[in-house]
């Protein structure tokens, strides 16, 4: 079996929280809903940093990859945590590698990555990484 994360790999930690909603007919959270989580923990780390403003920024990010390997089943009502760092910043792309731990616990349950390329919001062509976007990926290196 393949090591799992712990939670000292990351740079930062974010409170989730299972719903109803995500659990399947097989009682537990079905495979798509670690890409929301996934997608929340990302987005909520740059728009409290400052690096994203998703109404105005001349950026966005545009999901190019994802991966996630399972180890351990979660369901509605456990709390979760979900866990950032940064594996790789190019010109114009961020590889984050992301994990699930259930609240408190040290092992991940899940582990995961996104591949963004920023693009310009209108021309939709990749552009380079914003200051505000360097500046705030320092702390997760």
Not at 25 to 41: P, Q, S, W
Not at 103 to 111: F, I, L, N, Q
Request: net charge negative.
């Amino acid at each position: 079996m393949t090591d799992r994360a712990t939670r000292n790999d990351y740079k930062h930690i974010l409170p989730l929280q299972t719903r109803w909603a995500d659990n399947d007919i097989y009682g537990h959270v079905n495979n798509v809903a670690y890409y929301g989580f996934f997608d929340t923990i990302v987005n909520e780390y740059l728009i409290s940093s400052g690096a994203l403003d998703i109404h105005k920024g001349a950026v966005i990010g545009l999901v190019v990859e994802t991966g996630c390997k399972y180890f351990a089943p979660i369901a509605f009502p456990d709390g979760l945590e979900g866990a950032l760092r940064i594996a790789h910043t190019g010109n114009s792309s961020i590889r984050y590698e992301l994990a699930i731990f259930k609240t408190g616990a040290d092992e991940a349950v899940a582990e995961g990555h996104f591949v963004h390329v920023y693009v310009d919001r209108n021309t939709r062509k990749p552009t380079a990484l914003p200051d505000a976007f360097r500046k705030a990926l320092q702390t997760l290196t």
